[in-house]
Every structure is written in C-alpha cells, then in structure tokens.
C-alpha cells in the first residue's frame, strides 16, 4: 500500500511554518505570575543583582498578599485557589531569584547584593512560611502548595549560602 505523497509545495509551505512558529516564543514572554509592571521592572533592571532583589521583593509581595488573604473575613468557594496561586507565583519568584544566583555564580557577575539580600529576606519568609505552616487559618485548602513553598525557600537559601561561600568579589583595579 503507498502512502499518499505531499505535494512539493505543500512540504516546503509545512516546513516554513513549523521553523517561523518554532521561533516566535523568543521573543519578549511574560512569565504568569509576575504583571506586566513587574515584567518591565526585571526588564529594566541593570544589573543581575538589581534583578536579583527585584524577584525577592515581588516574592514579600505575594507574601503579603497571601497574608491579607488569610486575616480576610469574608470566605468564598475561590479562596483556597487564590491561596494556593499567591503561594505558587512566591515560590515562582524565590525560584527564578535562586536561578539568578546559580547564573551569576557561573558567569561571575556581580551579584553580592543580591546574595545577601537572598540571605536576610529568605530567613524572614521562612519563619511566616513556618509560623502558617503551624498555624494558619483553613491550612487544609493551600496545605500542598505551602510545602512547595517552604521547599522553594530552603532550596533557594541553600543556593545563596553556597554562592555567599563562594563568591569572591571580582579584582578591583587600581590605578597606577
């Protein structure tokens, strides 16, 4: 039995498509969890360690947010759902954060700011993280996602203490 061939035409038509349409992606994609605000700001950013401390005050904002979301009142069927997302785009953030450090670390950026700003603030959503963890309100309907979080944050703090352990700032140059 033969296959039915695809015309000459209609192969090179299929191939461009799939090559342009294999391409597009690259350009400029906003990541989910961030706005479009906070995508042009990690845009922006100068510096890795700018970027760096960036992703770590968007992650103190979800924070703040899941905060605001537990002491409020009013309860509807949506609420373990919000949860759970402010918990993910945290660990999004302290993720994308720790991949910045890795990247630094290996390309020998300037990033110590960035470190040790991992160090202080990941300490600080740690202990919220663990207090909620203890004692947090309706724990059961964001119970999944805040073990992903806390597991976020101590992967991302344990890449800050290595890179902390082995940064060595680069040389500075005097004048002669």
Do not use: H
Request: proline content about 4%.
């Amino acid at each position: 039995m033969n296959k039915p061939a695809i015309p000459g035409a209609l192969a090179v038509l299929l191939l461009m498509t799939l090559a342009f349409g294999a391409a597009a992606p690259a350009r400029a994609q906003v990541k989910d969890y961030l706005t479009q605000g906070e995508a042009d700001r990690i845009r922006d950013a100068d510096l890795p360690a700018n970027r760096i401390k960036l992703f770590i005050s968007f992650a103190a904002d979800r924070l703040k947010k899941f905060e605001y979301e537990l002491d409020r009142g009013t309860r509807d069927r949506r609420r373990g759902e919000r949860l759970s997302s402010l918990l993910n785009a945290y660990a999004s953030c302290l993720d994308d954060a720790a991949e910045l450090i890795d990247l630094g670390r290996e390309r020998q950026w300037d990033i110590l700011a960035g470190i040790k700003e991992m160090l202080a603030k990941g300490k600080e959503y740690m202990e919220f993280l663990k207090k909620i963890n203890e004692s947090g309100a309706d724990r059961k309907l964001y119970a999944a996602t805040l073990e992903d979080a806390i597991l976020a944050t101590e992967d991302a703090l344990k890449d800050a203490e290595k890179a902390d352990k082995e940064y060595s700032p680069p040389p500075i140059r005097r004048r002669q």
